[in-house]
């Protein structure tokens, strides 16, 4: 097992990254780099990852912080190294060095967040529902509240769905029209409507003062893109994850 990464070269002093699922056997839901502990992969894999991850980070297992994700707007402040397990929680705001925030995707965007001069970083995963109630600019608040500045942050979002595979229904369209008017987040071109998720995550950073300039990403579609990284439409739910990680270094 090899844990291979694409690194986001965000601010001195922060390492973040998205894994790459690292196999060959595209077809089986579980194969490659996966530390998602509630999808239903065996939990020996699991832990190999972990231990692997933590190589990487040169961290103890305990200074990972792996939310059980809900696609909620629910976003943890985390102030301390000691922490209770965080279950319904879908964004994570710290100033702690050397704790390891990370999101678990197969589709959805992970958004990694910095202001380096106030020492404060943000993981956030954004799927449809997160989008529309707008989790990103709830994470960028929490942020603020511990004394960062918005023009100051820097975001990337990982690997996630494209707009061309990104296909939904006649209801979702219209959320997304309703949530963000005068923004071209839905594709009409298309036999049902396709969705831009990066579009409505920056329109929704821009509203909280993020400078443009300053938000990159996604680098490839999850989707397109499936024997490099997980995608819940093409494995089913029941299927591993990419992870993406930010971490204030020591």
Known sequence: ML??????????????FSTLRGTNDVTNPYYGFNVCHYSGDDQSHIDTCRELLCKRLNISPDRLIIPRQTHSSHIAVIDSYDLAPLDDIDGMVTN?????????TAD??????????AGIIAAVHSGWRGTVAGIAGKAVSGMVRMGAVPHRIKVVMGPSICTGCFEV???????????FPGIQTVDNSHLKPHID??????????????????????????????????????????????LSVI???T
């Open 108 to 117: 959805c965007v992970p958004v990694l967040m910095a202001d380096t001069t």
């Open 96 to 104: 702690v060095k050397g704790l390891a925030l990370c999101i678990n």
């Open 247 to 249: 971490m204030l270094r």
């Open 169 to 179: 229904g006649h209801e979702v369209a219209q959320i997304f029209n309703d949530t």
């Open 3 to 16: 844990l291979t990464t694409i690194d986001y070269p965000l601010t001195e002093g922060i390492t973040a």
């Open 197 to 242: 998720l990066s579009a409505a995550i920056r329109a929704t950073l821009y509203d909280v003062g993020v400078e443009p300039e300053n938000i990159s990403g996604p680098p490839a579609c999850s989707m397109c893109n499936h024997s490099d990284y997980f995608s819940a439409r093409r494995l089913g739910i029941k299927s591993g994850r990419t």
